[in-house]
């Protein structure tokens, strides 16, 4: 629990940094970059309709320990995997933003520059860019995931990380108290996997990140920071990349990504993290690099199947809200020009053409419903 009162008059003086993460004007970033795209939801909405108000109650806890996160609100999506996600109040995900305004700049100076999630200036398409890269100067690839990944994280071995770049007291019980809040969360999506050295009490060790906040996919890429450091400096290898769970390392040599790897297995391990053993096999970058939803080579990109599948459908049904009068043109025209413009990265001309030809717009039927959903209102 978030128990560290800075109350005038105890004798303790909260720290410069968490004195910036509770100013005011750190604490409005947080709010507007918290609210940003989502001012249309009811928790946005409430929040803001006296928004100075609730700023100033939520400095005034802050500074004195009194904060706590709320519960969460969990909901299943298909994205195209299954996937729980956690969802906080909004006065939750502003302090999530206030402590990274904090502390991001001081991990985000240690990542290796080939880690491509949730970092600015990063992201998918240019992490597939440079995995192609990659597969023109090297002759084979070993691909691997983690197994799990947001469910297994280690809430001690976390800790330990946060404290060796966050040494004020109040800042880290702060961040020990949201990370202690998803305590339990995945646990029904986790499968325990032993370690050497377990005892029986190894099982209730505290674990997971909960999907949705915004700390839990900035401490993802803390938590492997050691990890990455031993692909690129301990293990020498210099064509490395990770985006989340996946990475990839590159060699000219099949004998030198096998022995990479069970050195990778091991030093997992001491993250108490382990790979998809059977998917992770060195194969030649001809073959084509299954990566973030592409099938890359040297030459060419395409769009996996089974995301042109699952995206079709999406579209499709997209569609059909829009003839019932459930979606407004421009809501659906967001979806389609969304969906172009990231299978564009790919060589997809004719994948484009075939999808967008299957859907058939028919506006006189979405008149026809906004028109009966006019007249049923009183």
């Given at each position: ?59 005034m ?41 904090v ?7 240690l ?19 440079r ?19 947001f ?11 946060l ?10 019980a ?13 646990d029904d ?6 370690f ?25 890429n ?8 031993f ?12 985006y ?20 990778i ?27 973030l ?30 003839h ?44 026809r ?10």
């Amino acid at each position: 629990m978030f128990c560290f009162p800075l109350a005038e008059g105890d004798g303790r003086t909260p720290s410069a940094a968490f004195r910036h993460l509770c100013s005011w004007e750190n604490l409005v970033l947080a709010w507007r970059a918290a609210a940003r795209g989502k001012r249309g939801t009811v928790g946005v909405a409430c929040f803001e309709y006296r928004a100075e108000e609730h700023l100033v109650d939520l400095q005034m806890r802050l500074l004195a320990g009194t904060y706590r996160p709320g519960s969460y609100v969990h909901f299943l999506i298909e994205d195209p995997k299954r996937r729980k996600i956690s969802a906080v109040r909004f006065e939750d995900r502003v302090v999530h933003h206030a402590l990274c305004n904090v502390i991001e700049s001081r991990f985000e100076r240690l990542f290796i520059p080939d880690s491509y999630a949730n970092r600015v200036g990063k992201g998918t398409h240019r992490a597939v860019d440079r995995l192609q890269r990659f597969a023109g100067r090297y002759r084979f690839v070993l691909r691997a995931d983690i197994v799990q990944h947001f469910a297994s994280v280690d809430h001690a071995i976390l800790l330990a990380i946060l404290r060796r770049q966050i040494p004020e007291a109040d800042v880290m019980a702060l961040a020990e108290t949201i990370v202690d809040s998803g305590r339990g969360v995945l646990d029904d999506e986790y499968r325990y996997v032993c370690f050497a050295g377990d005892d029986l009490l190894a099982v209730c060790r505290p674990r997971g990140l909960p999907i949705g906040n915004l700390t839990s996919q900035f401490w993802s890429n803390c938590y492997p920071h050691a990890f990455d450091q031993f692909v690129t400096r301990g293990l020498g290898c210099r064509a490395y990349l990770r985006y989340v769970d996946d990475f990839a390392l590159f060699a000219d040599s099949k004998r030198q990504l096998w022995e990479w790897k069970a050195a990778i297995i091991e030093r997992l391990a001491s993250l108490r993290l382990v790979i998809h053993d059977s998917r992770a096999q060195v194969l030649p970058v001809e073959a084509g690099i299954p990566w973030l939803g592409f099938v890359v080579d040297p030459g060419h990109r395409l769009v996996k199947a089974r995301k042109v599948r699952w995206a079709h459908r999406r579209l499709r049904a997209r569609l059909e809200a829009y003839h019932r009068g459930e979606v407004s043109f421009a809501e659906l025209d967001a979806v389609i020009q969304g969906w172009v413009a990231h299978v564009a990265h790919a060589d997809s001309w004719g994948l484009r053409r075939h999808v967008l030809e299957t859907l058939v717009m028919r506006p006189a039927e979405h008149r026809r419903a906004v028109a009966a959903r006019e007249k049923a209102w009183p």
